[in-house]
C-alpha cells in the first residue's frame, strides 16, 4: 500500500493528465496569461453548475470574501456576524477592512453557525451575516436569510468548503452553496473540492448590477482601463489557473461521490465505536465532504491522532484554537468558556483522509486501525 494522503493530487492530476496537459499548453501557447478567453468560458461553465449565479472570478477565497465586504459599502466600525469555529479567513477580511467581527457559536451537531444565536448578537450597527459552509455542508440558511430579511442586512455565504452543495428549503426548492444570499465566495485552492494548481477563487451573485461593481473592484475599481470610479484591488484569475478549472469542473460530480462513498464507508466502519461521533447529515443540504470530520469523546482526540500518525495514517485538526482566544481577535471579554461549543469541538474535532483517489484498502487500513485504538 502506498503512503496514505489526506488529499492525493497527483493521482488525481495522472488520471486526467491529457486533457489538463493540453488545457496548459493552449494557453502557454496563446500568451494570454492575463484575463484570456478560458478565464470567462470557465465562469460559464461554472455558472450554469450553480444554477445561473453570476461567477466573478478572483485570486483566491480569501479576496473573494474582501471584494464582497468592500462592494456592500460598509463603515468603520460596522458589525459583521460569523461562527466563531471557522477558517480565519473569514474573520481576518472583517477586521482588515476595519469593520468588527462578532463571533457566534455554532451548532455542536452541523458544526455551522447556530441560527438561534444570531438575533442576540444583532446591534444597530449590525450589516451583514456571514455563514461559512463548513467541511462541504450547508449551514441552515432558512432561518438565517428570514432572521436577515427582518433586520435589513446582507448576507454572504462562504461556500470555500462547500462547492457543488445544495440546500433545500421548506417549499423544496433548492439551490446551490453560495447561490442563496446577496453573494457567495468561493476557493479554488488545490486541496478544495474544485481545486487549480495555485491560488484561486470566485464570487456568486443573483444581482446583475453587484457582479459589475464586484467584477470592477477585482480590477481596480475599473471598467473602462485606467478609469478608475471606485477603489479596487488586483485580484484576477490567472488564464492557466482558469483553463485548469474548466477541465477540472468536467468531473466534479464525480469527485463528489467518490467523496461521499469514502464518507458512508467511514460512517458505518465507525458506527460501532462509542468514543466516536460520525458526521451528522442534516436533512436539508447535501454534503459535499470537503472534510471528513468526527468526533472523538472521552479525552481520546489527541491519543488517537498519534496513534493513527504512528501507523502512518495522517489525520488534521480543524481548527484547533477558536478564533476569539487567538492572540490577533481576542477582545476584552473573550476568554475560556465564551463560545463552550466552539471550545469543545476544538478539543474533540480529527478530519480523517478523503479524497477523490481513495482505495478500499486504505479505507479498511484506516478504520481497522481506530478500532484497534479503542478494543485493542
Ligand atoms: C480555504 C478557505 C478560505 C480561503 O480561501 P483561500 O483561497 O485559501 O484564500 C476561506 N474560508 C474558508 C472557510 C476556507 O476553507
Not at 204 to 227: C, P, S, W
Not at 295 to 305: A, C, I, M, N
Amino acid at each position: 500500500m502506498d503512503k496514505i494522503k489526506m488529499v492525493d493530487l497527483q493521482t488525481q492530476y495522472l488520471r486526467i493528465k491529457p486533457e489538463i496537459d493540453e488545457a496548459i499548453q493552449q494557453v502557454l501557447t496563446s500568451t494570454a496569461f492575463i484575463q484570456g478567453p478560458e478565464v470567462n468560458t470557465f465562469a460559464q461553465a461554472l455558472s450554469e453548475y450553480i444554477g445561473g449565479a453570476q461567477v466573478i472570478p478572483c485570486a483566491n477565497g480569501t479576496d473573494a470574501l474582501q471584494i464582497a465586504m468592500m462592494a456592500l459599502d460598509f463603515k468603520p466600525g460596522d458589525e459583521v456576524i460569523l461562527p466563531v469555529h471557522t477558517y480565519v479567513a473569514t474573520a481576518e477580511v472583517i477586521a482588515l477592512l476595519g469593520f468588527t467581527p462578532v463571533f457566534t457559536e455554532v451548532r455542536q451537531d452541523t458544526f455551522n453557525i447556530d441560527p438561534d444565536q444570531i438575533e442576540s448578537k444583532i446591534t444597530s450597527r449590525t450589516k451583514a451575516i456571514v455563514p461559512v459552509h463548513l467541511y462541504g455542508q450547508c449551514a441552515d440558511m432558512e432561518p438565517i436569510l428570514k432572521i436577515a430579511a427582518r433586520h435589513n442586512l446582507y448576507v454572504i455565504e462562504d461556500a470555500a468548503q462547500s462547492l457543488g452543495a445544495k440546500y433545500t428549503f421548506t417549499d423544496g426548492t433548492k439551490k446551490a452553496s453560495g447561490t442563496m444570499a446577496t453573494i457567495g465566495t468561493t476557493s479554488f485552492f488545490p486541496s478544495k473540492n474544485l481545486g487549480c494548481y495555485g491560488d484561486g477563487g470566485a464570487l456568486f451573485t443573483n444581482d446583475k448590477a453587484l457582479a459589475e461593481k464586484i467584477r470592477m473592484i477585482a480590477n481596480h475599481g475599473q471598467r473602462v482601463k485606467y478609469h478608475h470610479d471606485i477603489i479596487g484591488i488586483n485580484s484576477r484569475l490567472d488564464t492557466l489557473q482558469a483553463a485548469i478549472l474548466r477541465v477540472k469542473l468536467n468531473h466534479l460530480d464525480r469527485y463528489e461521490r467518490s467523496r461521499n462513498e469514502v464518507a458512508s464507508f467511514y460512517d458505518k466502519a465507525l458506527a460501532g465505536i462509542s468514543a466516536v461521533e460520525t458526521p451528522y447529515r442534516a436533512a436539508n443540504s447535501t454534503h459535499v465532504f470537503h472534510q471528513y470530520t468526527i468526533k472523538v469523546k472521552e479525552g481520546k482526540r489527541d491519543g488517537l491522532k498519534v496513534h493513527l500518525e504512528q501507523n502512518g495514517i495522517p489525520t488534521m485538526i480543524y481548527y484547533p484554537v477558536p478564533l476569539h482566544l487567538q492572540k490577533a481577535y481576542k477582545r476584552p471579554g473573550f476568554e475560556e468558556g465564551s463560545f463552550p461549543v466552539t471550545e469543545e469541538l476544538s478539543r474533540t474535532v480529527l478530519s480523517l483522509p478523503i479524497h477523490t483517489e481513495m482505495k478500499q484498502e486504505e479505507l479498511i487500513y484506516i478504520t481497522d486501525t481506530i478500532k484497534a485504538f479503542f478494543h485493542g
